[in-house]
Nanobody, 116 residues
Framework: QVQLVESGGGLVQAGGSLTLSCASS????????MGWYRQAPGKQRELVAA???????NYVDSVKGRFTISRSIAENTVYLRMNSLKPEDTAVYYC??????????WGQGTQVTVSS
């Protein structure tokens, strides 16, 4: 049973920072990529940032220069450092893991609220 446990969400004022963490555990053949998605009320879930097994990263345009994704291979953990937060970053953030055998796993989500 694979589990993704997220932490680090909360309430922050505009311009502030938060760091999300996602720890994976269980029987994972091998991780191909991990990432963060978010879903705001009334909107579709969107990819925020992802990092591949080889360390390649990509970001949605709206967070480039403000968010940084990183990982600890030894701990099977991925992080999302979010700086200069804006009210439009308010959403539930979900951790995502893609294994090399094409399985996809999701965390339970963590709420990020940015007040103006």
């Amino acid at each position: 049973q694979v589990q993704l446990v997220e932490s680090g969400g909360g309430l922050v004022q505009a311009g502030g920072s938060l760091t999300l963490s996602c720890a994976s555990s269980g029987s994972i053949l091998s991780i191909a990529a991990m990432g963060w998605y978010r879903q705001a009320p009334g909107k579709q879930r969107e990819l925020v940032a992802a990092i591949t097994r080889g360390g390649r990263t990509n970001y949605v345009d709206s967070v480039k220069g403000r968010f940084t994704i990183s990982r600890s291979i030894a701990e099977n953990t991925v992080y999302l450092r979010m700086n200069s937060l804006k009210p439009e970053d308010t959403a539930v953030y979900y951790c995502n893991l893609n294994s090399v055998d094409t399985r996809v796993y999701w965390g339970q989500g963590t709420q990020v609220t940015v007040s103006s």
